[in-house]
């Protein structure tokens, strides 16, 4: 179905039109550069690693584990990097009945494992049902509740859903869903994929050690020979590897430090992402049950300020609904909530409450938490609103504080589509619903809007979905971050995937290695 | 108690002052390392959070993190939960981790050898430095050479470690170009390459744990140098430094000893920092992420390990105190 030119496709194309009739051999040099070099050993630098890390996909939650495993695994769907739409992974095709409720998908032929075994259908059915199965502990099993089967016939694999979901394919690409050999039931950390690399060594929070598959089905990706991740979490240590060419590329790059590498001879890559900061208040706990005081809060937060003082300008004002540009269907002509003490005040009044508002603070929520709240209280001062600052130890914050006091931060990663951050943030039945939002027009909305086959229909509820959110809901929203990653000028290629982190975690199939 | 740990002295080391008072500090150590595992037990028990909900991250369901509190036996009373813990411990066997599913004794091992390199190392750095600067100190005390050596001891102190890390990067990698960084070791690596990776690492180490040193061995080479007897082999006329050396030192052995042997202690067990600036696979780093995840049995066995080394390191130094001073021997 959705076999449209891609990025991708079109290189494909044109490198093999240009060798084709020999004009590789006479373009310019600066041209040449574009072109994909073979060979090397790439070395990252990585953060968010752990001794506890295993390469069994189902535990994976950090972003050392998804460069790791987008190495050595495949999805049944890709994404394409430009827009986020589904693109073909190991399904090539695919096709929906039954209103969206059924799926089938073709696999892809002749794909062997590492092992040298051949890819089946099955072993597609048995990855999807270890996930679902709650026994093996899996992080995306909450994605994957609206399957009801899972079947196989041939190289066809069927998915029947229990509600209508248009956005479905988008689900297989998660990145936990690494189809392996048996389903990774036998051993789920073998490591053993279809990707382009190949584990030599994995080391869990030290080092990974990778080497070219030679048998990759997709012969477009994964130029360098050979490569190195190597876990380094403190962010000072990344940038002193990079600065002394130790690695050639680092994740998480602290907006303070972009402006003193970027002398350097060194390629910064800020890509605008879905992920962003919150400052829940929960609708359902006094005083946050008040909408007026709701309102007069996120009135009374300057996020013009909190972009440029806490992200360095490295991100987007967010508009108080957890989905911004980088989202396909984003209602663009939603106005942004902009600072005003006035209107805060006047709501604040509103809301007959006086007392100070409580709000708990942990430095690890997100780089700057604490810079944020300070100059929020600030903010709300001029509004008169007294804002008093807790501050909390970053061990089990997200057990002890997060949807445990009414007003905290917190802070958002990637999802795949709009329906999925909807649901997860603020979906009635979800167990991350921050702000106990519980509103029936939302949920009736969002449901509306996962069937919707019809692209303008959904458009609008979307549209809708939003403004409720925005007016009514507990989400404070001020920032959306982007990712921030360096690489020595020796790297090239780095695509700036609007899908994840590092490239969508596929950052070391897809660059080269000039000398 | 004490009468039937007497007896049973006396057939195996019959009236032997050293060893009855070794064997004496042995069961000391077995008694107090068995009060710390139920310490260790009630403080990770009352951590807050659990590992069902830590390892799903933010899309757990309920019923996933019952599914898993009840296959890891989270379930069970606490009481229960400690005694089948200490008959795994006396099978010599430390489990799996939750997280990993792999036995915990071969990656705290593996993590513990790195540490003991790492801490080997800095201690042979730090420690001769450490007594010889004490003794010139206290043979120039109060002068210049002592002034020079107490400055630059305090500065180094009130540095913190991870400080000191960077301005070593800074210098030895960046403008010298001398060391490997990150400092990651793996097996199969050659001596050579080892050593280099070990550099940076070691060197903030000892340059952290050497001014401690330093000022102890100062501070307790001067209280004996005060006493009357000291007085005596000056008036006698004896060198400074033979004075020193053969009767200030050997009286001074103990307090030092303690000094360093907390200090060795603590780079085993509490280079954490350091660990993750250098990106160096040792122990402390092992122990800080499962605490984080919430990984009980690897928190557990780290405590334990962690208070074996405090114990037995204890029990070296009493053990070299009294080979050095004699009067150690016979309790008072």
């Known amino acids: 179905m959705p076999n449209s030119w891609n990025r991708r496709d079109f290189l494909k194309f044109s490198l093999a039109a240009g060798a084709a009739s020999g004009l590789s051999f006479t373009l310019p040099a600066t041209a040449a550069d574009n072109t994909p070099k073979k060979g090397g050993h790439l070395k990252l630098g990585i953060d968010g690693a752990a001794t506890t890390d295993v390469l069994d996909p189902a535990s994976w939650i950090s972003s050392y584990m998804m460069v790791v495993g987008c190495a050595w695994g495949d999805t049944l769907v890709r994404t394409d990097p430009v827009s986020g739409k589904a693109i073909p992974g190991l399904a090539e095709s695919w096709e929906s009945a039954d209103k969206s409720t059924r799926w089938i998908f073709t696999l892809r032929k002749g794909v062997q494992f590492h092992n040298g075994q051949a890819l089946t259908a099955e072993d597609v059915v048995k990855t999807l049902s270890r996930h679902r199965d709650p026994k093996f502990r899996s992080g995306v099993i909450a994605y994957l509740s609206s399957i009801s089967t899972v079947t196989s016939d041939g190289d066809k694999i069927t998915i029947t859903l229990n509600e209508s979901n248009v956005d479905f394919p988008l689900v297989l690409s998660l990145w936990n869903l690494q189809i392996q050999p048996g389903g990774g039931y036998e051993n789920p950390n073998a490591g053993i994929g279809t990707g382009p690399y190949r584990i030599v060594k994995f080391e869990a929070g030290v080092y990974t050690q990778l080497e070219k598959n030679p048998h990759d089905w997709d012969s477009s990706r994964g130029n360098v020979a050979s490569a190195e991740v190597i876990a380094i979490n403190d962010a000072s240590s990344r940038v002193a590897a990079l600065s002394t060419g130790k690695v050639h590329f680092i994740s998480g790059l602290s907006p303070k430090i972009v402006a003193l590498l970027k002398s350097g001879p060194v390629t910064i890559y800020n890509t605008p992402g879905r992920g962003h900061y919150t400052l829940p208040m929960m609708v359902n706990t006094p005083p946050f049950d008040n909408n007026d005081l709701r309102l007069a809060l996120k009135l009374a937060i300057d996020r013009q300020q909190i972009l440029d003082r806490v992200l360095g300008g490295y991100g987007s004002l967010g508009n108080d609904f957890p989905v911004n540009s980088a989202y396909p269907l984003f209602p663009a002509d939603i106005p942004q909530r902009q600072y005003d003490p006035d209107q805060a005040a006047f709501h604040f009044k509103k809301s007959g409450y006086s007392r100070p508002i409580v709000l708990d603070v942990a430095e690890g929520v997100f780089p700057g938490a604490v810079d944020a709240a300070t100059l929020f209280q600030l903010s709300a001062q001029k509004a008169g609103i007294k804002i008093d600052i807790r501050r909390q130890p970053d061990d089990g914050y997200w057990n002890n504080v997060w949807r445990n006091k009414p007003f905290c931060v917190s802070s958002w990663g990637t999802r795949l589509t709009q329906d999925l951050i909807y649901s997860l943030e603020l979906g009635p039945s979800s167990a991350s619903n921050e702000t106990h939002f519980a509103n029936p027009q939302f949920a009736s909305l969002l449901k509306l809007a996962r069937a919707e086959e019809d692209e303008a229909k959904r458009r609008t509820l979307y549209h809708d979905i939003a403004l409720i959110v925005r007016d009514e809901g507990g989400t404070l929203l001020p920032v959306f971050n982007n990712y921030l990653n360096a690489s020595s000028n020796k790297l090239q290629g780095y695509i700036e995937d609007v899908g994840n982190d590092l490239s969508n975690g596929h950052v070391i199939s897809r660059v080269w290695l000039n000398n | 108690m004490k009468s039937l740990i007497a007896r049973g002295m006396r057939s195996t080391a019959p009236r032997h002052p050293l060893a009855r008072a070794i064997i004496h500090r042995l069961l000391l150590a077995v008694i107090l390392l068995w009060g710390v595992s139920l310490l260790i037990f009630a403080a990770v028990n009352a951590l807050p959070g659990d590992f069902a909900a830590a390892s799903l991250g933010r899309a757990a369901t309920p019923e996933a993190i019952a599914s898993i509190r009840q296959s890891l036996g989270l379930d069970k009373p606490l009481v229960t939960r400690y005694l089948l813990w200490m008959l795994q411990i006396f099978k010599g066997d430390f489990g799996l981790s939750w997280a990993s599913q792999q036995p915990v004794s071969a990656q705290l091992g593996h993590r513990l050898l790195n540490s003991l390199w790492l801490a080997g190392a800095a201690a042979l750095l730090a420690i001769p430095v450490a007594l010889l600067g004490g003794l010139f100190a206290v043979r120039y005390l109060h002068r210049l050479p002592d002034r020079m050596i107490t400055l630059v001891s305090l500065i180094i102190l009130s540095l913190p470690e991870f400080l000191i890390g960077y301005l070593l990067i800074q210098v030895l990698v960046l403008h010298v170009g001398v060391s490997t960084f990150p400092s990651t070791i793996y097996d199969g690596m050659s001596l050579p390459d080892r050593l280099s990776a070990l550099l940076l690492p070691v060197l903030t180490l000892a ?108 029990l070296l130094v009493d053990m070299l105190a009294m080979a050095a001073n004699p009067r150690l021997r016979f309790p008072r």
């Open chain 2, 207 to 314: 340059i952290a744990v050497l001014a401690n040193m330093l000022r102890s061995a100062r501070s307790a080479l001067m209280s004996v140098t005060s006493t009357p007897w000291m007085e005596t082999a000056r008036l006698k006329g004896l060198p400074p430094l033979r004075i020193l050396w053969r009767h200030a030192a050997p009286n001074a052995i103990s307090p030092v000893l303690t000094v360093i042997a907390m200090n060795l202690a603590g780079l085993i067990v509490g280079a954490m920092i350091i660990e993750v600036i250098f990106v160096y696979p040792g122990v402390g780093q092992y122990m800080v992420d499962a605490v984080t995840v919430r990984d009980i049995p690897v928190v557990q066995a780290c405590g334990l390990v962690f208070a074996a080394v405090y114990i037995l390191l204890n």
